[in-house]
C-alpha cells in the first residue's frame, strides 16, 4: 500500500501532518509525533507583533489596524505574553530538526507587510523544511476595500517567498469574495501551497463580567466541508499544494479530503482531544478502508472525487445547494 504523497516538493510517507497547536512547543511531542506516524509537523506560530523591531513601532502598527476600536489595544498580549522570543523560536526550529527526521514546517502568524518579512530567511537558515504563512487579518475598517485586503495579503506572500529558497504555504480563512481567483493570484505571487482554512476564532461575551471573552471552541467533525469544497474546486486548477486543516478527526475524514484532491490533511483538535497517539488509529484506519476498496496508493485516490474528475460537476455549486434544500424530508419523529 503507498500511502506516500507529496506536499509543497517535499514526499511525505503519509498525508497526515500534525497543524499548527501548542502540542509542537515541547519537543518531546514532536518525537511523539514522528513516532505516531506524523509525516510532517508545523510548529506553532510566531506572530508578526514579535518580529516588530521596537514597541513603537508595534503600536503603530496595532493602532492603524483597530483606528476605531483603541481601547481594544489592552487587549493585545504583552510581548513576555507570547509563547517564545523570536530567537528561541529559532532555536527551537534547530533542535526539532535535530531530533525527527520528518519535515518541520515553521509558522509565521502576520497580518501586514513589512521589515519583519525579512525574519523568513533566519528560518529558512535554522534548518526547516518549509514556511507556513499564516495570514490573519480582521478587517474593521469600513474603508477598506475587498481588494485593498487582498492587496496586502498578496505582497505579504511576495515579500515572504522572495526572502527564501524553502517551499511558503499560506494559511487563509475561506472569507473572501471570489476564493478560486484569489488563489489563483496567491500561486502567482509565489504560494507553493495553500492551507485551507484558518478557523476564525470569534469573540464570546462573559455574561458574569460583562466582558467580551477570547476563547477556542474546538472545530466539531462537519468544519471539515468547508475545505472538502473548495480543494474539490481547486484541484487541478492551480499548481499549489492543497492542505485540508479543520475538522480533521478520522480515517473517513483524510480518505474524502483525499478524493477531493488534498495532498495533505492536518490534525489538531483530534490531538489535543484524543492524544497524539491517534494518529496511528487514522493512519490504520485510512489503509484499512483503502485495502477493502481495493485502492494502491494515495496517488490513485487523490482527486478523483474533484469538481474536474466527479460526474456531477454541479455537486458543488448552487444546483446543489437547491437540491439539498428541496430535498430535505423532516425526521418522522421530529417536532411539527
Ligand atoms: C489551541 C490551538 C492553538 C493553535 N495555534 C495555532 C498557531 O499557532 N498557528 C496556526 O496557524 N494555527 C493554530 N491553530 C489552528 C490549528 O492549526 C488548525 O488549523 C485549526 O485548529 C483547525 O483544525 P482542527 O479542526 O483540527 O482543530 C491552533 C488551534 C488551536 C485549537
Not at 510517507?13 to 501548542?22: D, E, I, M, N, Q
Not at 475587498?146 to 505582497?155: C, R, S, T, V
Not at 475561506?174 to 501551497?193: C, I, S, V, W, Y
Amino acid at each position: 500500500m503507498d500511502l506516500t504523497t507529496t506536499y509543497l516538493g517535499l514526499k511525505l510517507r503519509t498525508p497526515l501532518v500534525c497543524s499548527a497547536s501548542p502540542l509542537s512547543q515541547q519537543l518531546d511531542n514532536i518525537k511523539r509525533m514522528e513516532d505516531a506516524g506524523a509525516s510532517a509537523v508545523v510548529l506553532y506560530s510566531l506572530f508578526e507583533e514579535q518580529l516588530l523591531r521596537d514597541r513603537l513601532d508595534v503600536e503603530e502598527s496595532l493602532e492603524r489596524g483597530t483606528s476605531s476600536f483603541a481601547e481594544s489595544l489592552s487587549y493585545f498580549p504583552e510581548p513576555e505574553e507570547f509563547n517564545l522570543e523570536p530567537q528561541e523560536y529559532l532555536a527551537h526550529v534547530e533542535r526539532a530538526k535535530r531530533s525527527v527526521g520528518i519535515p518541520v514546517i515553521a509558522s509565521l502568524n502576520a497580518c501586514s507587510s513589512g521589515g519583519w518579512t525579512k525574519y523568513a530567511r533566519d528560518i529558512e537558515v535554522a534548518g526547516a523544511d518549509a514556511i507556513e504563512l499564516n495570514i490573519y487579518n480582521i478587517p474593521a475598517d469600513a474603508k477598506q476595500t475587498a481588494a485593498d485586503i487582498e492587496g496586502k495579503y498578496l505582497q505579504i506572500v511576495r515579500d515572504v517567498s522572495a526572502e527564501v529558497k524553502i517551499p511558503v504555504a499560506v494559511k487563509l480563512s475561506p472569507f473572501f469574495t471570489n476564493f478560486a481567483n484569489f488563489a489563483a493570484r496567491l500561486d502567482e505571487a509565489g504560494a507553493d501551497g495553500l492551507v485551507l482554512f484558518n478557523r476564525f476564532y470569534q469573540p464570546d461575551i462573559d455574561l458574569e463580567t460583562l466582558e467580551i471573552t477570547p476563547n477556542i471552541v474546538p472545530s466539531s467533525p462537519s468544519a471539515l466541508r468547508l475545505p472538502l469544497r473548495w480543494i474539490a474546486l481547486l484541484f487541478g486548477h492551480t499548481d499549489a499544494s492543497l492542505a485540508a486543516t479543520s475538522g480533521v478527526y478520522s480515517g473517513a475524514d483524510v480518505l474524502k479530503l483525499l478524493l477531493a484532491g488534498a495532498d495533505a490533511t492536518m490534525l489538531c483538535a483530534v490531538l489535543l482531544r484524543d492524544g497524539i497517539r491517534q494518529i496511528r488509529t487514522i493512519e490504520r484506519d485510512l489503509a484499512a478502508w483503502m485495502e477493502k476498496c481495493k485502492f494502491e496508493s494515495v496517488g490513485q485516490l487523490k482527486g478523483s472525487l474533484s469538481q474536474i474528475n466527479c460526474a456531477n460537476p454541479s455537486a458543488f455549486e448552487r444546483a446543489q445547494y437547491m437540491r439539498a434544500l428541496t430535498g430535505y424530508r423532516q425526521a418522522s419523529a421530529g417536532p411539527p
